[in-house]
């Protein structure tokens, strides 16, 4: 079973930063897109970041110059570095990745489970 776990999330201060990183289980062939999502409270889920290679990458107009979206695929990790956070940035954060799983050679759409980020005025 293909799966992704986050970690890095955390509380901080207006103006601080933060490094969230996803990584996908080791069973994988091939990592396509791995992205990142967002979910403030009573909003829909939006996109954030996403990667499709070292040259390849694009960012929400809201992140753009104050977020760096990176990967190593040797790793089968993908890293979103949160510079100069705001209020408005706090939200539960989720990896998203089309993965080819290394068993059946199938690609599914997964999501990871979450991680909270708080940022305080």
């Known amino acids: 079973q293909v799966q992704l776990e986050e970690s890095g999330g955390g509380l901080v201060q207006s103006g601080g930063s933060l490094r969230l990183s996803c990584v996908a289980s080791a069973n994988i062939f091939s990592i396509n897109t791995m992205d990142w999502y967002r979910q403030a409270p009573g909003k829909g889920r939006e996109f954030v970041a996403g990667i499709r290679s070292v040259s390849n990458t694009n960012y929400a107009g809201s992140v753009q110059d104050r977020f760096i979206i990176s990967r190593d695929d040797a790793k089968n990790t993908v890293s979103l570095q949160m510079n100069s956070l705001k209020p408005d940035d706090s939200a539960i954060y989720y990896c998203?990745?089309?993965?080819?799983?290394?068993?059946?050679?199938?690609?599914?759409?997964?999501w990871g489970q979450g991680t909270q980020v708080t940022v305080s005025s």
């Open positions: 998203y990745a089309v993965l080819q799983d290394k068993a059946t050679m199938r690609y599914w759409n997964v």
